[in-house]
């Protein structure tokens, strides 16, 4: 298994360009997320996902957009890009959430590194 | 609603001595705790977990965490520092409730080795 991927793992905008961060997992997983990692924040989590055709807003999701057509692919788009979205963008999944009603664990991605200038 | 504080955001020990990195949580329902590992310019990496059970728990690279509901703590530890131990280290704790279970971190612990 590949995991989780993602690409690119660089990319370097200008103010007002768009662009679609991509996300494929293999694990047959129902939940996806996205994460962004910014210096003394920790993660803080975009958007996510529990399944094809249902996402919901996270933490921090505006200027981005989220779309969830297969099990497999969880893309984030870039609307506008703005110097405030320069960050790491982490892909993570996992299994639905357990009979106890809580989830187990999340695999991550490499991680995309975006500047916008 | 849940919460993860990590005191510290910089923790610098000398190679052979313990590690020792705080993790506090807040939580209405009995938590699933999480530790993850970045190396510089990796994702992260699952180093343990608790969810039920047993409170002490081992992870990967020697390292283990106690939860202790008393104290609503989580720290993590390693008895000897190595140098590939250098990395920023994240507590995290799951939601509960109708957010669908997800992960909330505390803002990392950046540990430094020094030989």
Redesign the interface.
Known sequence: NAG?TQTPKFQVLKTGQSMTLQCAQDMNHE?M?WYRQDP??????IH?S?GAGIT?Q?EVPNGYNVSRSTTEDFPLRLLSAAPSQTSVY?C?SRDA?LAS???????????TRLTVL | AQSVTQLG?HVSVSEGALVLLRCNYSSSVPP?L?W?VQYPN?????LL?Y?TGATLVKGINGFEAEFKKSETSFHLTKPSAHMSDAAEY?CAV?D??GS????I????TKLSVKP
């Open positions: 989780v939940y997320s003394g924040m920790g993660l803080r989590l996510y529990v919901d996270g982490f993570a959430l009603g809580r989830a187990d664990t999340q695999y991550f991605g490499p991680g | 955001s699933y999480f993850y990796q994702g992260l990496q699952l977990k969810t994240f799951t509960y409730g669908q279970g997800n992960l971190f505390g803002k990392g």
